[in-house]
């Protein structure tokens, strides 16, 4: 009988997943002043080493509760829920447990990889005309962003119990400790957090009077250094670590989130108890493909993370990319073009395959991309690219933001996690309940149903889950083991941010710390953007001569990754946030 991993690799040549169980549009640039990732700049690399295991994640305190519960005997599993929970306290603004997530996890005794759907769904309620003002027109964004309207029911949750069932060691009662004890007793406020408060890019934060009182306490902005406690929140992890999930999904929390949604100050919404009661998480099937010796798989949809990453790779598979220096312009200006035929048939052909046809092995198929590679001039900017000719769907006008978190995981036995986390825009819908924020996901659906009478295939419909751009990915070498665990925030551009750390790491073979350092550059089929402040960003008149439109601006990623060699895990965290790696 064939090993799992030749299945894997026969898969690959073929184009057709059959033996392993194996995320929007961006704004205008005129809404895309600033981005409310954009906090603390460059820190000292902060890459760690150890042969047992792993854990790099956004922010000290939640590195250090996934340590804990590896250090214990815990699987990379524990240690996800571990520093999800903890990541809810500390890092509000961009996960929790009141959000979603997609995640990778490779069993090692099982050699399979098994690719989980922690996605927000719709409420039984929500229509396609839920994000449409009173003459049918999208509604403003700031209107469709904040309050009730937006909250789909979270699934972060239910997707890691779901896990723990099938993969954990460690008791769920206790994996919940650290962020118990740290909530009740208080933890301090860090300068990320506290200045993306101070920015007050969601207006909801000020405006909802739950997490008005929390963040701005009497009427100030949480201070960095300052010590916050969150008992709320203490006392509702409590709850789930002692009667699991299902207190959150059918307990008094529910009860909370129902009803701090059906009645929000703002845009109240149409959740109800049936739809938390109801949520299902799911394993889907991973999308992989081969890239330079190595097989890299990514999620399948409702992301559209794995499929324009993996499809923006394909395109460049012919270039010999290893000839350019890092960064060198001219593989710059590949990346770009490749990207840009990539996001033109993601904006067009993702949404949920539970509901649409998503043409993912059509868009991987070697006879498309050929037509596609067709297109790119090595000394040209091709312009606006249009989606190929796959199926009728209309351009996507959803809005998504870039406040998310990645975690990456290896423990002793070999098991790995690969997880990206979300409440959606920086501080959610702003709706806050038992101490934590709700997303406002909703709004990754296409806010227009149709488009000239063609239908967008990422509408609004009852619990149906809307598209991401969340692209958690494992990289696989030659042993046919894991050899890069990897992922990142940053909305649309997690896709570019993610393709980028690949090809420096295997391409142009830096260490993965390094790869992650680099200047970054993104492009989703509207302007190439090169990272402020960096070497990058003064070859913006090469790239404008060869008709690029070019915008310098902050590009904070926030890749976590654990590269694997000769036995040797190399953690490593992205200088432009605060988190950090820790192994043994």
């Known amino acids: 009988m064939p090993s799992p991993f030749y299945q894997l690799r026969r898969f690959v040549t073929t184009s057709l997943i059959s033996s392993l169980f194996i995320s929007s549009i961006g704004f205008a640039a005129t809404q895309e002043v600033r981005e409310p990732e954009a906090a603390t700049g460059f820190a000292e690399q902060k890459v760690a080493h150890g042969k047992k295991f792993m854990v790099a994640a956004a922010n000290p305190h939640a590195t250090k509760a996934g340590y804990n519960v590896l250090a214990k005997g815990g699987t990379a599993i524990d240690a996800a829920i571990a520093v999800q929970a903890m990541l809810t306290l500390v890092e509000p603004q961009s996960s929790g447990i009141g959000g979603g997530a997609f995640f990778l996890y490779w069993d090692n005794t099982a050699k399979q990889l098994y690719a989980i759907d922690g996605r927000e769904t719709a409420p039984k309620k929500a229509s396609p005309e839920l994000f449409l003002d009173e003459n049918g027109k999208a509604a403003p964004w700031i209107k469709a962003v904040v309050g009730g309207r937006s909250v789909g029911v979270p699934g972060v949750l239910a997707a890691l119990e779901m896990s723990h069932e099938k993969w954990g060691r460690t008791p769920w009662s206790e994996l919940f400790d650290d962020s118990i004890h740290l909530a009740a007793n208080g933890f301090e406020v860090s300068p990320r957090l506290a200045k993306l408060v101070a920015m007050g890019f969601n207006p909801g934060l000020k405006q909802m009077p739950v997490a008005s009182a929390y963040f701005y306490p009497n009427g100030e902005p949480l201070k960095a250094g300052s010590i916050l406690k969150n008992t709320e929140l203490s006392e509702s992890l409590t709850l789930i670590a002692s009667q699991g999930a299902k207190a959150f999904y059918q307990g008094e929390i529910a009860k909370q989130i129902v009803d701090s949604v059906q009645h929000a100050a703002i ?96 868009l991987l198929s070697e006879r498309y991309l050929t037509s596609r590679r067709s297109l790119i001039s090595a000394d040209k900017d091709m312009g606006k690219a249009l989606p190929g000719d796959v199926i009728n769907a209309a351009k996507d006008d959803a809005y998504e933001r870039p406040s998310t978190s990645h975690i990456s995981i290896v423990d002793q036995y070999g098991n790995a996690v690969s997880m990206t986390t979300s409440i959606e825009m920086a501080f959610g819908s702003t709706v806050m309940v038992g101490g934590f924020l709700l997303n406002n996901q909703l709004t990754d659906f296409a806010l227009s149903p149709e488009k000239n009478g063609v239908p967008v295939l990422n509408r609004v419909e009852p619990n149906k889950r809307p598209r991401s751009s969340m692209s958690p990915v494992i990289v696989f070498g ?96 992205d200088p432009r946030r605060e988190g950090i790696a820790l192994g043994q």
């Not at 099937?285 to 949809?301: E, S, V, W």
């Not at 070497?535 to 904070?556: I, M, P, S, Y």
């Not at 654990?562 to 965290?573: D, E, F, K, P, T």
């Open 478 to 573: 030659k042993d046919q083991q894991p050899s890069l665990i990897i992922g990142s925030p940053g909305g649309s551009r997690i896709i570019n941010y993610v393709s980028q750390a690949l090809i420096a790491h295997l391409d142009w073979q830096l260490p993965i710390q390094d790869a992650i350092n680099l200047p970054n550059v993104t492009h989703r089929n509207d302007y190439l953007a090169l990272e402020k402040g960096t070497a990058l960003a003064k070859q913006k008149t090469w790239f404008e001569a060869r008709g690029h439109k070019v915008q310098v601006r902050d590009l904070n990623s926030g890749i976590h990754a654990i590269s694997i060699r000769y036995g040797v895990l190399q953690g490593a965290a």
């Open 267 to 362: 845009e109240p919404g149409v959740l109800s108890l049936a739809d938390m009661k109801e949520y299902q998480a799911k394993i889907r099937q991973p999308l992989c493909q081969d890239y330079r010796q190595n097989i890299i798989c990514g999620m399948p949809a409702p992301s559209s993370g794995g499929v324009t990453v993996l499809q923006t790779l394909a395109l460049l598979e012919p270039y010999n990319l290893s000839q350019y220096q890092a960064n060198q312009a001219q593989a710059v200006h590949l990346f770009s073009q490749a990207s840009r035929l990539a996001f033109a048939d993601r904006n067009h052909y993702v949404a949920d395959p539970d509901f649409v046809e998503v043409p993912e092995k059509v």
